[in-house]
């Protein structure tokens, strides 16, 4: 079962920042945050992922707080490709079997 | 997931039928990692397989679902005598160590009529 609550949905506006929520206030110390998105009816795509400290590559940034509770996947100027099914993730370290809940239906709006 | 190749992309089988899936990992990659995704739900685990060994098989049906990587040629998830509830898209995805990122295929969307 998922360990990670995200919002069901949400809009953002097109060239703006999109910040997508995401809380496991259970994770444990070994266990990684992953995100994956899912664009209508293709495979899922690996976004990024940390363990602690901010993470940024080309398609976005990773903010994970202090107590490491929840984090916050940043889409820096959301575009309507960008329009999705986002899942935030929590893996174990060498785990590669993802619990992929019900992920956020992120809708980027013209 | 560029690299990731799964085919058919598209398969119709009638009920009774086998159906055959078949994945082929990005190169180099030695973990191939199957899920599930029925309509309008998310994508279940099934099975986790490094070239010839079955690792974890905990999210395959007891029966009918099987499946195999080879040490020459792709992933092969099998299903004997399908169902219409065997319905779904299958997507196959794979690293090149099981501690890093997993990439998926596009998957293959299996409908029994």
């Known amino acids: 079962d998922a360990k990670t609550t995200q919002p069901t949905s949400m809009d953002c506006a097109e060239g703006r920042a999109a910040n997508l929520p995401c809380n496991h206030s259970t994770i444990s110390g070994n266990e990684y945050v992953y995100w994956y998105r899912q664009i209508h009816s293709q495979g899922p795509q690996y976004i990024i992922h940390g363990l602690k400290n901010n993470e940024t590559n080309e398609m976005a940034s990773l903010i994970i707080t202090e107590d490491r509770k929840s984090s916050t996947l940043i889409l820096p100027h959301a575009t309507l490709r960008d329009t999705a099914v986002y899942y935030c993730?929590?893996?174990?370290?060498?785990?590669?079997?993802?619990?992929f809940g019900k992920g956020n239906q992120v809708v980027v709006i013209p | 997931n560029a690299g990731v190749m799964q085919n058919p992309r598209h398969l119709v089988r009638r009920r009774g039928q086998e159906a055959r899936l078949r994945c082929s990992p990005v190169k180099g990659h030695s973990h191939v990692y199957w899920y599930r995704q029925l309509p309008e739900e998310g994508l279940k685990f099934m099975v986790y397989?490094?070239?010839?060994?079955?690792?974890?098989e905990s999210g395959m049906p007891k029966e009918r679902f099987s499946a195999e990587f080879p040490k020459e040629g792709p992933s092969i998830l099998r299903i004997q005598q399908v169902v219409r509830g065997d319905s779904a898209a299958y997507f196959c995805?794979?690293?090149?160590?099981?501690?890093?990122?997993?990439?998926f295929g596009q998957g293959t969307r299996l409908t029994v009529v």
């Open positions: 397989l490094q070239k010839e060994n079955i690792i974890d």
């Open positions: 995805a794979s690293s090149r160590d099981r501690a890093l990122e997993a990439f």
């Open positions: 993730i929590v893996r174990v370290d060498g785990n590669n079997r993802l619990a």
